[in-house]
């Protein structure tokens, strides 16, 4: 655990209420049919993405081969059923979408309070990732985004799967991320408090570090081509457990992430952190990982050639206890905010040898591709529709949609998903047209 010293943000300060929000907040545009400041030229722009992102996998996957350079086969090893990975169950036919709590065939944790398959929302529901918020306006004066690197790598013990796996190599980026996560949340920490609406501000990689770094000591052992990006934690999500989109069920019972989780030294009573076994459902981090867990049944299959990511830490709370999203800060704190944000994600897509970023939500996309042009780095970034409720486009069949613009962008192809649009590419197949190029 690094040194720890007291963040700005902790201090109390007056509010004006959650019923005062800044003009940047009510300019704010909710993510919908279209929504997002891409330009005439948005449909073109996509469809231009999606062939670069096909014709730059096939190599990507060669990328991210073991020392010998073939492909190691992510169906070997230890089956679902063994491992300690828990795969209770085959994948929902169909690409049925997964209950929030509990995906179809899955044993409902012991810990399920009966009667909360009906739980009833709050006024607020569910504070997600980015709540669907579309771009704010994006002004400011594009600050200047130092690098985030240059952090000791970290020297503590390593769990058994570690030991057992015990490369040097494939140790070495999980300790490279580690790095560029603390360097950030340094940064972020000598921060002044952000303003009005924010009342509290949650910073998951630092009282939820040990969750964070088992779930990246367990995955994060390769190169990664594809690197998935969301915005910022949501409150019952990563805010609980220290995993990006992380609900708990899928936390806990699928990836198998362990560790203690502190609390913030400023909680807000509304929103109060129980960790791993908190029992409300985050509707965003159980549709992206049940889309996930629906395509790779184990997921290291699925880490094999992908990552998960947030592009800021910290989650933001009205005195309400509402989620106030980065686009609804103003512009000042935003660009103060999101610059190192930027300069992070950067480092971060140079370190794993990314080739393709895969951002949920427009906001994520247009600061990644900001923080990537900024930086130099010809790596495509495209999207998929946040799975927030909030975002109207996500209610409407969001696991389908999403489902075909990962088979457009060649990332079903990438993770040998047989899908019928997609020509029934099979992992055997597609490893074979891989070592035949190399």
Request: glycine residues 14%.
């Amino acid at each position: 655990m690094f040194p720890r010293r007291k963040a700005r943000w902790e201090t109390p300060r007056a509010d004006k209420g959650p019923g005062h929000a800044p003009g940047a907040a009510r300019g704010a545009r909710r993510e919908g049919e279209g929504a997002g400041p891409v330009g005439a030229g948005g449909g073109a722009r996509s469809a231009a993405d999606a062939a670069r992102a096909r014709g730059g996998l096939a190599a990507a996957a060669a990328a991210v081969t073991s020392p010998g350079g073939a492909v190691r086969d992510v169906t070997g090893g230890a089956g679902p059923g063994e491992g300690g990975h828990g795969q209770n169950s085959p994948p929902p036919p169909g690409g049925a979408r997964c209950h929030p709590r509990h995906p179809p065939g899955s044993p409902v944790p012991s810990v399920t309070p009966p009667g909360r398959w009906g739980m009833e929302r709050e006024r607020e529901e569910e504070e997600e990732e980015e709540e669907g918020a579309g771009a704010a306006a994006e002004e400011g004066a594009g600050a200047a985004a130092a690098g985030a690197g240059g952090a000791a790598a970290d020297g503590d013990g390593e769990d058994a799967e570690d030991d057992e796996d015990g490369a040097d190599a494939e140790e070495g980026v999980a300790r490279r991320f580690l790095a560029l996560q603390r360097a950030l949340s340094e940064r972020l920490r000598a921060l002044p408090p952000p303003g009005p609406p924010v009342a509290v501000v949650y910073a998951p990689l630092e009282y939820a570090w040990e969750p964070h770094r088992s779930f990246v000591r367990r995955f994060l052992r390769s190169p990664k081509a594809v690197l998935f990006l969301g915005m910022n934690p949501g409150p019952f999500g990563m805010a609980q457990t220290g995993v990006p989109f992380g609900e708990a069920w899928h936390v806990r019972e699928w990836l198998r992430v362990s560790g203690p989780v502190r609390r913030p030294p400023r909680e807000h009573p509304k929103r109060p952190v129980l960790g791993l076994r908190c029992p409300r459902a985050e509707v965003s981090g159980a549709r992206f990982w049940g889309l996930i867990r629906s395509l790779c049944p184990d997921p290291r299959a699925f880490f094999r050639h992908c990552f998960v990511h947030n592009l800021c830490p910290l989650l933001f709370l009205a005195a309400s206890g509402r989620n106030v999203a980065p686009p609804e800060l103003r512009a000042a704190e935003r660009e103060r905010l999101l610059a190192p944000c930027g300069a992070a994600l950067a480092a971060a897509v140079r370190a794993l040898r990314v080739r393709l970023v895969v951002a949920l939500g427009r906001v994520a996309e247009l600061r990644a591709r900001r923080a990537l042009r900024d930086a130099g780095i010809a790596v495509p970034v495209a999207w998929i529709p946040h799975p927030s409720p909030r975002n109207p486009r996500a209610n409407r069949g969001w696991e389908g949609e999403a489902r075909e613009r990962l088979r457009e962008l060649g990332v079903l192809r990438l993770l040998g998903v047989r899908d019928g649009a997609d020509g029934g590419v099979d992992l055997a197949g597609f490893r074979a047209t891989l070592q035949g190029r190399g």
